[in-house]
């Protein structure tokens, strides 16, 4: 058998064994937990806020907002902080374009900021 195909053969082994643990943990999670349903835990959860209506519950837009706005300035973080530690070897075009790259954000959050998104009340 090649060293490719040796390769390949370890990956599919590693892979099969993941799934396969995945799913015996799986199973025995189903088999040994507790199983006391009742109507208030059927009903759908919105943030903290009651659902209101029938079986269909529409929710709303600024939760998802807000986690997207969330999701943005994480990212930013993500690539901040590589930046900083190796700053000076990109010099002073590293730093115009973290600058721009801060402001765009800036731009983003303002905008958000304007919409009132971030008013919670």
Excluded: C
Aim: proline share 3%; glycine share 10%; no cysteine.
């Amino acid at each position: 058998m090649s060293d490719l195909l040796r390769s390949y053969l370890t990956i599919a082994i590693f892979s099969g064994a993941a799934i396969f643990m995945a799913g015996m943990m799986l199973g025995i999670a189903r088999v040994l937990r507790p199983r006391h349903p009742n109507r208030e835990k059927l009903i759908a959860y919105e943030s903290g806020v009651d659902p209101v209506g029938g079986e269909w519950v529409q929710s709303q837009v600024r939760y998802y907002i807000f986690a997207v706005l969330f999701v943005l300035f994480d990212v930013e973080a993500v690539f901040l902080f590589p930046w900083a530690v190796r700053l000076e070897t990109y010099g002073g075009f590293g730093l115009v374009e973290m600058i721009v790259f801060i402001g765009i954000l800036a731009l983003g959050l303002a905008y958000a900021w304007r919409k009132g998104v971030l008013r919670w009340s």
